[in-house]
């Protein structure tokens, strides 16, 4: 297990992982362009912690439609192994 020293947010923040170094990296770049988007949408923005919360918001409702999408994607293999062993 590697551990990293990142910047995320404005935070220094170590990360225990045994994910590759690049791939830490990229996560750490995906979340910091999240937040700036945040703040880019709505410059009237005064509060770290709004920009913060609202940037998991829209980070936690991406992974929530992703995690739907693949429970759609799984159903619909199993109706396709279904007709396929019926054939």
Known sequence: MKKL?????GQMVSVNSDESEEF???????LNNKKT????DDPTLVSTQI????AAFLL???LFVAKQRV??????????ETLLRNC
């Open 24 to 30: 830490i990296r990229c996560v750490a770049d995906y």
């Open 60 to 62: 936690g409702a991406e």
């Open 51 to 54: 920009a913060n919360a609202r």
């Open 37 to 40: 988007e945040v703040e880019t």
């Open 71 to 80: 429970e759609e994607i799984e159903a619909r293999l199993v109706q396709i």
């Open 5 to 9: 020293d990142l910047t995320v947010w």
